[in-house]
């Protein structure tokens, strides 16, 4: 069975702190997304990769950064962490010729 | 802009009814459209896709419709069980111009399934 994992499940920083959420996929997939899911808007993109240092932008990027140093590793920065970014995080990988998706269990984050 | 409509509201059914839930879109033109299940506190899980060339898809209870004219696709479980309460979302896929897909999901609807 394919395996996202992401780093905390539970995370509470300040504001302005800068805040690293990591997710490791244990199947070679090309493809890393994250996504962030609020109540009412459901899940929004906000950065994917489809290849090691490749990233490109998502629907909701402003605020973030992201790093694919390795293949099985998506990281998700957020350089300065303010209350709106307060979500549950979600990062999902797939494969090229494979559209289904497969994500972690979420880190639900706060910032206060 | 692209848009995709799931009923907010929480879809209640007793067990062993079938459970019918909706999915509208509007300005896509998807070559895909995936079924995702979400368990309270965990993420996503894939259940079913269907191509834009292809009526219905089965899988179990479950049944996938897509009717790309109306832009809509239905999801229905048939002699629905209490285990198979959660939300579900659907989702609309984009080629991705470096391969691969990216997916828009809907907000999705609660499905309760009563004794």
């Known amino acids: 069975d394919v395996k996202v994992t992401q780093s905390s499940r539970y995370l509470v920083k300040r504001t302005g702190e800068k805040v690293f959420l990591e997710c490791v996929q244990d199947m070679d997939h090309e493809n890393m997304f994250w996504y962030r899911q609020d109540p009412g808007l459901g899940l929004r993109l906000i950065y994917f990769?489809?290849?090691?240092?490749?990233?490109e932008k998502g629907d909701i990027p402003e605020g973030y950064s992201v790093s694919r140093e390795k293949k099985e590793r998506f990281s998700l920065i957020l350089e300065s962490a303010s209350t709106n970014q307060t979500s549950m995080y979600l990062c999902?990988?797939?494969?090229?010729?494979?559209?289904?998706?497969?994500f972690g269990n979420g880190t639900r984050l706060t910032v206060t | 802009s692209q848009k995709i409509e799931q009923n907010s509201e929480a879809l209640n059914i007793q067990e062993g009814k079938t459970a019918t839930l909706t999915c509208n879109y509007t300005n896509y033109s998807p070559a895909y459209l995936q079924w995702y299940r979400q368990d309270p506190g965990r993420g996503p899980v894939f259940l079913l896709l269907i191509r834009e060339n292809e009526k219905e898809k089965r899988k179990e209870r479950l049944k996938v419709t897509f009717d790309t004219t109306l832009k809509q696709s239905l999801f229905h479980i048939t002699a629905s069980q209490p285990a198979d309460s959660a939300t579900y979302l659907c989702a609309l896929d984009k080629e991705l111009t470096g391969g691969g897909n990216k997916l828009t999901f809907g907000t999705g609807t609660q499905l309760k399934v009563e004794l």
């Open positions: 990769s489809y290849d090691v240092k490749m990233k």
């Open positions: 999902a990988s797939g494969e090229e010729k494979i559209k289904s998706l497969h």
